[in-house]
């Protein structure tokens, strides 16, 4: 049962996104504008701004930084909406648009060559496309578990570059001959998002997550 500071903290940012689209409106970009830009579908950011879908820290953080904004703003904390791209134009979808393989389990090498890939795609487009542009061998994963803390859930897809970046709260790491989806406790050690509690502090890396390209809305 949701207790009353939940509540109130889900509508915040509820009020806040109707604003932020709002303030894009009165700039000319549409929902469906700013649901691309985001690189999720117009569905997808309806269900948020409904309540039927969870504001979370990795969607209000690729919000922020598409439209220069505060993410702890949007996320019912202290902050602003001051922004320097709310009047930003709209990119050419077709130069932008790219096409990612998908994975229900993370992988290593040049996706589109690996065995184990059936031929599945997905078109990314706005923000997540630039950032999958910047990626190292990126593809997207089919998250096929829920993530225990609630940042994930089942049936996300999470774009997934095959670098190393300390700074990501999302890594791929290697146990055993598996990979998995994991994030560093505040002690250090690792634990697989689907399983809390640790498992080791040395693990190797072998990429980590950029964010959610759109979710399941099930």
């Not at 979808?93 to 997905?122: I, M, N, Y």
């Not at 993530?147 to 055993?176: F, P």
Request: with cysteine.
């Amino acid at each position: 049962m949701k207790t009353k500071q939940t509540e109130t903290t889900l509508t915040v940012r509820q009020q806040r996104l109707e604003k932020l689209l709002q303030v894009l409106a009165q700039k000319g970009q549409s929902q469906n504008q700013v649901a691309q830009r985001a690189g999720v579908p117009a569905s997808y950011l309806s269900d948020v701004k409904n309540g039927n879908r969870a504001m979370t820290e990795l969607f209000a953080r690729r919000l922020a930084e598409e439209f220069r904004l505060e993410y702890r703003w949007l996320m019912g904390d202290a902050g602003t909406m001051e922004s320097l791209n709310l009047g930003q134009e709209m990119p050419d979808e077709k130069s932008t648009a790219v096409w990612l393989p998908v994975f229900p389990h993370p992988v290593r090498g040049q996706p589109q060559r690996l065995p184990t890939w059936d031929g599945a795609c997905v078109e990314l487009c706005g923000a997540a496309a630039a950032q999958a542009r910047t990626a190292t061998e990126p593809y997207v994963l089919h998250f096929l578990d829920d993530d225990h803390t609630g940042r994930l859930r089942k049936h996300d897809l999470v774009l997934i570059s095959q670098t190393v970046n300390d700074l990501a709260e999302i890594q791929v790491i290697r146990i055993r001959r598996g990979m998995y989806l994991a994030r560093k406790t505040p002690a250090g050690q690792w634990e697989r998002l689907a399983e809390p509690g640790p498992i080791g502090d040395k693990l190797a890396v072998m990429g980590h997550a950029l964010g959610i390209v759109w979710g399941s809305l099930g």
